[in-house]
């Protein structure tokens, strides 16, 4: 039996893109779109993630943003 691995290596390279082996298991690297749903990869932009799709961006610690959202009192004195 003879097996195909001349694309190999290029489809290695084309799957760490997107997904990454850790201890035998495929993690998945880059987050899904949140409005165009599983299969629409967002691309890495440092701090935030951006869906090439519809424009979508979402931060990578949307959890500290919400959290440490300055609220001026203005009503003070
Ligand atoms: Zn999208």
Redesign the pocket.
């Known amino acids: 039996m003879k097996y195909k691995v001349a694309s190999k290596e290029k489809k290695n390279k084309f799957i760490s893109l997107y997904y990454k082996i850790e201890g035998g298991k495929i993690k998945r690297v880059l987050p899904f779109?949140d409005?165009?749903g599983p299969g629409?990869f967002m691309a890495d932009h440092g701090n935030r993630y951006t869906?090439g799709?519809?424009g979508?961006t979402k931060y990578k610690s949307a959890r500290n943003l919400g959290k440490a959202s300055n609220e001026k009192d203005y009503s003070s004195d």
């Open positions: 779109c409005r165009c629409f869906c799709h519809c979508f």
